[in-house]
Nanobody, 125 residues
Framework: QVQLVESGGGLVQAGDSLRLSCAASGRTFSSYTMGWFRQAPGKEREFVSA????????YYASSVKGRFTISRDNARNTVYLQMNSLEPEDTAVYYCVADRATPWAIETMSIIDYWGQGTQVTVSS
């Protein structure tokens, strides 16, 4: 069992940066692929990024590639999402996920093992 708790969301202006964190419980954290999804009001949930268990592979949605960076610290059971050059279109609730699939498979999976409760990111223009 893995429990995920996100933090770091907030209200920022376009062009600003934020770093989201996701703290995971459980001793098996290092064996999971970790990722981030987001959901904006009135829109479907969308994949943002994922990272393999050993940080060897990362995967990004085209909409965030070059602006967002995912990383993890297995010693701290934490995954991060550094978000730069934020745009109003990035406004959404951001969810942390954990699964044993590969980072590129998570994007299209209909069922993912574990989800966090989400953290709100609002980018004003």
């Amino acid at each position: 069992q893995v429990q995920l708790v996100e933090s770091g969301g907030g209200l920022v202006q376009a062009g600003d940066s934020l770093r989201l964190s996701c703290a995971a419980s459980g001793r098996t954290f290092s064996s999971y692929t970790m990722g981030w999804f987001r959901q904006a009001p009135g829109k479907e949930r969308e994949f943002v990024s994922a990272i393999s268990w050993n940080s060897g592979s990362t995967y990004y949605a085209s909409s965030v590639k070059g602006r967002f960076t995912i990383s993890r610290d297995n010693a701290r059971n934490t995954v991060y999402l550094q978000m730069n050059s934020l745009e109003p279109e990035d406004t959404a609730v951001y969810y942390c996920v954990a699964d044993r699939a590969t980072p590129w498979a998570i994007e299209t999976m209909s069922i993912i093992d574990y989800w966090g409760q989400g953290t709100q990111v609002t980018v004003s223009s």
